[in-house]
């Protein structure tokens, strides 16, 4: 819940879910997916959260 508020990224695929479905606790719960997936692929190939990652793999391929 505290990530679809604080963070830009899940605020928006929150509204996207909900206004595609219509039920808030099946965006919240997929949601709740998506942070348990990415914890267990950071803890299994033990590295650290980097919220920008995207911005920083694009300038390192240009």
Same mark, same amino acid.
């Given at each position: 819940?505290?990530?679809?508020?604080?963070?830009?990224?899940?605020? !928006?695929?929150?509204?996207? /879910?909900?206004?595609?479905?219509?039920?808030?606790?099946? =965006?919240?719960?997929?949601?709740?997916?998506? /942070? /348990? !997936?990415?914890?267990?692929? /950071?803890?299994?190939?033990?590295? =650290?959260? !980097?919220?920008?990652?995207?911005?920083?793999?694009?300038?390192?391929?240009?």
């Amino acid at each position: 819940m505290s990530a679809v508020k604080w963070d830009d990224h899940y605020r !928006e695929s929150y509204a996207r /879910l909900v206004s595609k479905q219509g039920i808030k606790m099946k =965006a919240l719960v997929s949601i709740q997916r998506k /942070l /348990l !997936e990415m914890t267990y692929i /950071l803890y299994k190939n033990k590295t =650290a959260y !980097e919220k920008q990652y995207k911005n920083i793999v694009q300038t390192q391929m240009a």
